[in-house]
């Protein structure tokens, strides 16, 4: 997802371009040379959007959706396939850095506190990943420490008694 910026205003949306990945090839690959088809969803698309789920994020990619309601509650599919591991035969669609996650289903949605970006690999996968749902694959890219320190405390709060705190913290060890 690109939008253009003008040099009027900086209060206009971020660009949110995403140049490499490794979903594909398992290789940091150029997303134009990846013969498959890959969205690829930053962390300021998703801090401007205020994701904080899985489902969240998904809606920056076509084919990808919830199919029983919104929320924790759902479950997703990919190009018409289930990738909920209670019903579906393959119960590893999700990735963390390249490696097999937990499987998905309903009320165990991944949280994005500690995600950089988010891939997601479209179409069969297994020749890549070994069992993998016919749908895609979803990859979790997880943030790496910088070397300059940065510290960063944020609360949520809503309805149903939702309450939800977490922090980030990176720099260099001494």
């Known amino acids: 997802v690109t939008v253009p910026k003008t040099e009027k205003s900086e209060d206009l949306p971020r660009e949110y371009?995403?140049?490499?990945?490794?979903l594909g090839t398992k290789t940091e690959t150029p997303i134009l040379d990846v013969p498959r088809t890959v969205n690829v969803v930053p962390r300021d698309l998703m801090e401007d959007q205020g994701a904080?789920?899985?489902?969240?994020?998904?809606?920056?990619?076509?084919g990808a959706q919830t199919a029983f309601g919104?929320?924790?509650?759902?479950?997703?599919?990919?190009?018409?396939?289930?990738?909920?591991?209670w019903g579906a035969p393959f119960s590893y669609p999700i990735y963390f850095n390249g490696l097999r996650g937990q499987p998905y289903g309903g009320f165990s949605s991944p949280r994005l506190y500690n995600v950089e970006q988010v891939e997601v690999l479209k179409g069969p996968a297994s020749v890549l990943y070994g069992s993998a749902d016919p749908g895609g694959v979803?990859?979790?890219?997880?943030?790496?420490?910088?070397?300059?320190?940065?510290?960063?405390?944020?609360?949520?709060?809503?309805?149903?008694?939702?309450?939800?705190?977490?922090?980030h913290a990176t720099g260099p060890l001494d």
């Open 17 to 22: 371009t995403v140049e490499k990945t490794t």
């Open 52 to 62: 904080t789920i899985i489902e969240d994020v998904l809606f920056n990619v076509a």
């Open 70 to 85: 919104a929320g924790a509650g759902g479950n997703l599919t990919m190009r018409g396939f289930s990738m909920s591991g």
């Open 138 to 167: 979803i990859n979790f890219v997880s943030r790496t420490p910088q070397s300059e320190p940065s510290y960063e405390l944020e609360g949520t709060y809503g309805s149903y008694d939702l309450y939800r705190a977490h922090g």
